[in-house]
């Protein structure tokens, strides 16, 4: 078993989406001869901060909360899908694989480009998923979407057309991911959010499971739930 981190880390100045607050990590006292312990305080989160996983009651007036949603959703089957050009189409949610509740996870140039998560200042021309390709991800049963940028929706565009496809049908979003260092394929994904009442979001930290031998679609989705 091999465990891929694809979170972006957490740090002072990382970039945000356009008018969040900026992140702050500080230092309040560090274990020494002044204080007994160390102790870093968190500023400026919100619950859509870098790698991070949206409810239904993101984009859905009176939608699912993450108190709602069963937390084995946020653990499964995932196919990594790489991606050329500016935008997830329908073609890239592959016609031969098996979708049945699996986490599809778009690889972009948004992984590699300069001015990507993690990096200063935030891509305007970041890829993003279409309306198209979210409606095929609704339509084949997928678990859940996730792409390696801060939205999945094109930037600009106020209609929000993927995140109203993709919650309003229960399709949940993961969005901030790094996937530069992984391979398309299938995996398990481990990517659970924190314990927030009523949340609309929240945080992760995500990491793939590379096996030898895996088993793929439905199989083992109604394996990992026998």
Do not use: Q
């Amino acid at each position: 078993m091999r465990l891929i981190d694809i979170s972006r880390p957490i740090a002072s100045g990382a970039v945000v989406y356009p008018g969040d607050p900026p992140l702050e990590v500080e230092r309040l006292c560090t274990a020494g001869e002044d204080s007994p312990c160390t102790i870093s305080r968190l500023g400026g989160w919100t619950t859509h901060v870098l790698t991070h996983v949206d409810a239904p009651l993101h984009f859905v007036p009176g939608g699912a909360t993450l108190d709602d949603t069963p937390l084995d959703r946020f653990v499964g089957e995932a196919l990594v899908v790489e991606v050329e050009g500016d935008a997830v189409l329908p073609e890239h949610l592959p016609a031969g694989e098996d979708l049945l509740g699996v986490a599809v996870l778009f690889k972009t140039r948004n992984s590699v480009a300069p001015g990507g998560p993690g990096a200063t200042g935030f891509r305007e021309d970041h890829v993003y998923v279409s309306a198209a390709a979210a409606s095929v991800a609704v339509a084949r049963r997928v678990n859940l979407v996730g792409i390696d940028y801060l939205s999945v929706d094109r930037y600009g565009d106020e209609a929000y057309p993927a995140h109203h496809i993709l919650l309003g049908n229960g399709v949940l979003i993961l969005e901030g991911l790094d996937l530069a260092g992984v391979g398309p394929g299938r995996y398990t994904l481990v990517a659970l959010p924190l314990r927030i009442a009523g949340a609309d979001g929240s945080p992760v930290r995500a990491a793939l499971i590379a096996h030898d031998g895996d088993i793929s679609g439905s199989a083992r989705w109604e394996s990992e739930r026998a």
